[in-house]
């Protein structure tokens, strides 16, 4: 006996194969009486799916894949941490890449994992990423993602972030309220959205506080590095040499500043306050040890997972998923270059 | 046409169909003339190897599995980045599952990877780990394996390492020649071979100097953690105030007793030298910067990628492969906290 197909009910009840595929599946968007027509005609004439379209649609290879910037730092190392934890809890593994910020090896990644049929894909952008038509790729392929840390406002995917603005809004108001005046920032490049919400975090700190902006007063750190920090300080030290303070991008070029400032005898915070981001274990242990942003890696690792893995929960049962957007909170952590 | 198969062959030769596979793979196991004879007859009846057995022979995921016990830990991170470039340029790709020194993870962790089918393994053990039953599991599938760093003399299998011996050895030795007399090892859990190579390299040096080993005179730190570096330096300082120096299962460790040292005043290296473990970045940005031993853990991340790749190679092409051993070479840094 032949097999009762899709097509031949959708032509007995001249409908299309789709609306049958729905009606069967119980989708909202089929009306009752169609539901009713397709399933009383599916079962007198025996209707079974075919075993091998089901098995390439539920196929699962219970593998996601995290495409990451870097892994020898501290927040990185804490969200995979977080998201190797959580995602074996679920029965996943978890493809680690590292884009080393390059944006030609994400598109690679990216590519690399929808080949491999990974269940869902976890990204944070590298900080050469301008482009995301290779992010788009994954979403057209219907691959569940999830964003983390540095997105992009182009991508319609559910995302965990924090508020980089309001971090760099709050450190620059805590140095403003110590009395600092004349506050350097040392910025990163302005490809990621991190890097520019922070800066304009810095700003309207400055703002609200009728602290006249000096464009001046911004350094960019292209490396994001110690190495960085320091020189840039002798730089704004040479450009202004009253400055008060200097909020960063992060701890490593913060760790730069405090060296600079530790090998020329200025002390922190009397002469220079420093505030960092990310609070990297070494921060804690500097000497003074250095005031940050606390930036939660492994909590945004977990979360960033179970999203993820909500959405393939989703796409399994056929239901629609709604796109969610997790921010979660940061906090100023005073420590001993700040007043 | 009915397709010859090799049990034919084997039948009309009256030899084993693992002997006619073998000589048709050109195996140095069998003589020249039973590999003529059964080249002739293949030849003769028009054999083919069977499609479905080559395609499960040679069925690769072009995936590997790292097992490592930590993340969020300077060294670790180093191995992951080595590992997953390195994988990436040959083609493969890496799955990440962290132990967090888990023997029990662990053991699932194997068994999950074997499953995955993935095309090798690389382990390095929890410190919890003692049977290695799960391990030899990884080899009796035939899967390629390489253990790294920790690993264990019970398991015969490729490894990259360095000589813990040999570094702490040297560590210790700096100490001595510097004046030191009173040395302290705080050391890890009996567990990790690194930690006991550790241990009898402190002794090693001391016996080659002539300084009485005082086991009164070693702590262990269960956690590897900062805190135990403060509490135990407090011990020992109580136990024996007249100590002059620490050395330390790593710098984490180190970064406890540079702590307490601090808050109490006690100077660093006049009144106590220490020596960590690993070169974690916090160890030069420390102040006094900390003198620690140098691991190459980038290198040796590229290196046991190598190694396995090898393997699965041999593997491949049905050779037997060698077993290898590499030893990194270390190096102790004296910076701000040895005389």
Not at 15 to 44: E, G, H, M, Q, W
Not at 248 to 256: E, K, P
Request: net charge neutral; hydrophobic share 40%; glycine share 4%.
């Amino acid at each position: 006996m032949q097999e009762v197909t899709l097509k031949q009910i959708a032509e007995i009840l001249q409908i299309s194969v789709t609306t049958v595929s729905k009606a069967l599946k119980d989708y909202k968007d089929v009306s009752p009486k169609t539901k009713a027509a397709v399933r009383n005609l599916a079962a007198k004439l025996n209707y079974k799916p075919n075993p091998t379209a089901l098995s390439l649609r539920n196929r699962e290879t219970k593998i996601i894949g995290l495409i990451i910037p870097e892994v020898v730092h501290h927040f990185f190392a804490s969200i995979i941490h977080g998201v190797v934890l959580e995602a074996e809890n679920h029965g996943y593994l978890v493809i680690t890449l590292i884009s080393n910020d390059s944006y030609e090896l994400e598109k690679q990644q990216v590519a690399l994992l929808l080949d491999k049929r990974v269940d869902g894909i976890l990204v944070s952008l590298a900080g050469s990423t301008v482009h995301t038509h290779h992010i788009s790729q994954i979403i057209k392929k219907e691959v569940p993602l999830v964003m983390f840390d540095k997105i992009s406002d182009e991508i319609r995917c559910s995302q965990v972030i924090i508020d980089d603005w309001q971090a760099a809004f709050e450190a620059t108001e805590k140095l403003i309220l110590s009395g600092c005046r004349k506050i350097i920032h040392l910025k990163g490049p302005d490809g990621p959205k991190t890097s520019l919400d922070r800066f304009e975090g810095y700003k309207d700190a400055l703002k609200k506080h009728r602290i006249p902006f000096h464009p001046s007063y911004v350094y960019t750190s292209k490396n994001v590095s110690i190495e960085d920090g320091y020189k840039l300080t002798e730089q704004a030290l040479k450009d202004h040499p009253d400055i008060d303070a200097v909020f960063c991008i992060t701890d490593l070029v913060a760790a730069g500043v405090h060296k600079y400032c530790k090998n020329h005898q200025i002390k922190m915070p009397e002469q220079i306050s420093i505030i960092g981001f990310s609070n990297w274990l070494i921060s804690e242990l500097m000497s003074p040890s250095l005031s940050t942003v606390d930036q939660p890696g492994y909590e945004m690792g977990i979360r960033a997972v179970n999203l993820l893995i909500q959405e393939i929960g989703s796409k399994k049962s056929d239901e629609k998923s709604t796109l969610q957007k997790i921010v979660l909170p940061t906090k100023v952590l005073m420590r001993e270059t700040t007043r």
